[in-house]
Every structure is written in C-alpha cells, then in structure tokens.
C-alpha cells in the first residue's frame, strides 16, 4: 500500500512537521491514546515536558518527564526555552522549545500531552502547525472510577482532579476536534483518522509545488 506521505513511484513529498496536541482531564484517557500513538507510528515522537512535579513510581526521568526544580523550571521558563508552560494541581509543566522546532523543520511529528493551558500557547505561538484533540470522557462516574482504578493518586488528589475536571472540560471548545472516549479501541481511531487526514493537507505539504511542477514538464504521447 502506498504511504500517504509518498507518491505511486514510492518518491517522497516533502512536507513540514505538525503538533498534535492531546488534552483531557486526568483520567480521561490521553496518556494511553499517546502511549498508543508513539507505539504504533513511527512517525511521532514525543515532546518530553519539564515539570516540578514529583516523579511517579512508574516514571522515567527523561522519557515521561524531566524532572527539575521549581528554580531551574523558573530560569527556563524567564530565559524564552520553553514554547509553552503551564501551572496544574500546584505544579509546573512546560514544553523545551528547541527540539520542537527543529522537528518542525525536519518533517517529524511531535505530541504534546499537555492541559488546555499548554495547548492555547502552542495555537498563540504556532497556529499552522498545531492540530489540537480534547479527550472527553463518557462520564464524571466513569472518570472517578478511572482515577480510583489507576491507583496513583491519594483521595485527596483524586477530589482536586475531579473537581479541577469540570475546569478542563469548559475548554472543549478551544479545540480542533473532540473524540469522547467511552471505548478506548475507538477512540485511538479517531485520533488516528484525524492524524491521517491532517498530514495530508496542502498546507502542509510544500514538497506539492516540486511535484506538481514536475507532472506539469511532462509530455504524454
């Protein structure tokens, strides 16, 4: 089967990186959709974020996170590194703006796992390039469930999440696109259909204007 990224004769068209940002409330199911997404497609990578939070029994330093102080993450933030930074459940969180656009310029895709602040900077600071996707869940109950099943957090946590949930929900319209995330199955779909569709788009695809100039040199007999 052809790549959507090449012609019939297997030639590559030349096309600039995007950002797809995921978003959702804590438990909503974002982190395994981009889990999924960096597990199947080769083309992603992601945009590890620098956060003063503490680091989870089931994270790595450097893969999920990097994990700094708030004095380093105040240097980065004060001295223009990072594209975008946001405060969430007491904490800091932020995107390094180097590798994103060199990934930009080199035709790589990155996701972004970031809250509707993150996301509204990115579409302030890089609007052509962002394809923005907020996760709903089907339900509050659910949601809670979710949370207590992940067992990560403490009860007080999961209240602050819950509550901060309706939030991050009000945002939903900031957003590109919404997949509610009843079946994970299906919603990973979505994302996928959306992904596929926006790597297709003219603007994206500045290789177009060789490849078209190309077809129109040639002669048919």
């Known amino acids: 089967m052809t790549s959507i990224f090449e012609t019939e004769s297997g030639a590559p068209i030349a096309r600039r990186g995007l950002m797809l940002v995921l978003s959702s409330p804590s438990g909503a199911g974002k982190s395994t959709i981009a889990r999924n997404l960096l597990e199947s497609d080769p083309g992603f990578q992601l945009s590890v974020s620098v956060t003063t939070r503490k680091r989870r029994a089931s994270e790595i330093d450097g893969v999920h996170y990097r994990f700094i102080d708030r004095a380093e993450f105040e240097r980065l933030r004060d001295g223009g590194a990072l594209l ?6 007491g904490n ?11 990934a930009m310029r080199d035709g790589r895709d990155m996701l972004f796992d970031i809250d509707y602040q993150g996301a509204l900077q990115l579409q302030e600071q890089a609007k052509a390039d962002v394809v923005s996707v907020f996760i ?12 207590l099943r992940r067992a990560e957090d403490s009860g007080e946590t999961i209240a602050v999440r819950l509550k901060n ?14 997949v509610v995330n009843e079946d994970l199955d299906k919603a990973f779909s979505a994302v996928r259909s959306i992904i596929n569709a926006e790597r297709l788009r003219r603007d994206r695809r500045p290789g177009l204007f060789d490849f078209t100039a190309k077809l129109l040199s040639q002669t048919v007999c």
């Open 92 to 102: 800091f969180y932020g995107t390094p703006r180097a590798a994103a656009e060199k």
């Open 136 to 147: 709903l869940p089907p339900s509050m109950t659910e949601l809670k469930t979710r949370l």
């Open 84 to 89: 975008e930074w946001a405060e969430v459940h």
């Open 165 to 178: 949930a309706k939030v991050e929900i009000e945002r939903w319209r900031d957003y590109d696109y919404v």
